[in-house]
């Protein structure tokens, strides 16, 4: 292959009870990249569509992915990248992380695949340090792997993929304003309460176990926030009105998506997914705010080729 165009999703970071720990891959929100050979030494990104973002390959995270993936190959094999953004920045939903684990997944192709998926996670991370401020992989570990992922350790990193029950979804609603990801970790408590600590990492426990089990009831109690939530939700207009709403419409649970402001439920089934969509969408009218609504099943398998 000389060429190669790729989906590259969005993701959920956090759901809730796993904050930097846990994420989720959907299938019907991404950004489209074309990665080429080139004679040229190194990396280039030639084009962005869709967000005013840098061409400086040290500037951009798709630009840092790239490089770090090439100094640990060993290449002199040029590469030029197009990024068109369909996912806003600063939306909550993986924005950065989509550009990273596309580069790093499209190098590796256009390269034979020398190394794994899993594997490629350290070099987007790389990226994902430029955007937030830290290295963290809740967001381009799903997108790499699909479904959900618990990231168990970060020294070192350990990966674990997680099963994906049939009948979940996932609706997304995004209020267009933008929250800075260094900004929101910025307001975080370095220290928490025992108590909170307990109940979260509880919950963490009980929603994957929930996962294992297809057990919707368990899922629907362990999606609960004591420790991130409380904080960044009034950085997001209309939040609490939003998961009463989502609740009341037969939402599991409905909390931050990531570092905000947009807002996920995961959900029973399509039909309880669409029902939450529309009554979202319906009561956020009110607030004046601009705003896009997705549903979405769970992407299974992260970046995908989508020709060649």
Not at 20 to 36: K, N
Request: net charge neutral; charged share 15%.
């Amino acid at each position: 292959m000389e060429s190669i165009r790729l989906f590259c999703p969005a993701t959920v970071a956090n759901i809730s009870c796993g904050f930097d720990v846990l994420g989720l891959c959907l299938d019907t929100i991404g950004d489209e990249m074309t990665i080429t050979k080139t004679a040229q030494k190194g990396i280039q990104i030639t084009r962005i569509t869709g967000a005013d973002l840098p061409l400086d390959v040290t500037q951009n995270v798709a630009g840092i992915a790239a490089q770090a993936f090439l100094e640990q190959l060993g290449t002199d094999q040029g590469f030029a990248i197009e990024i068109h953004k369909k996912i806003k920045a600063g939306s909550g939903i993986g924005s950065s992380a989509a550009s990273a684990a596309g580069a790093v997944f499209g190098l590796n192709a256009l390269c034979g695949n020398p190394f794994t998926n899993k594997e490629l996670i350290s070099f987007a991370m790389k990226g994902e340090a430029l955007a937030s401020g830290c290295e963290h992989a809740d967001n381009v570990a799903p997108a790499l792997l699909g479904g959900f992922t618990l990231i168990r350790g970060y020294e070192p990193l350990d990966v674990i993929a997680l099963p994906v029950p049939s009948e979940l979804y996932v609706t997304v609603i995004h209020p267009q304003i933008a929250l800075k990801t260094a900004e929101m970790r910025a307001v975080l408590a370095p220290e928490i309460p025992l108590k909170n600590a307990i109940a979260q990492w509880g919950n963490l426990g009980g929603f994957i176990a929930g996962l294992y089990t297809e057990d919707y009831n368990l899922m629907q109690r362990s999606l609960s926030d004591k420790i991130v939530e409380p904080v960044r939700s009034p950085f997001i207009p209309g939040f609490d009105k939003i998961k009463e709403t989502a609740l009341q419409n037969g939402a599991l649970g409905a909390g931050i998506s990531g570092s905000g402001p947009s807002i996920f439920t995961l959900n029973k089934g399509i039909k309880t997914a669409k029902k939450v969509a529309f009554a979202i969408a319906e009561n956020y009218t009110e607030t004046g705010i601009p705003f896009e609504v997705y549903t979405s099943p769970i992407n299974k398998s992260g970046v995908r080729i989508i020709n060649r």
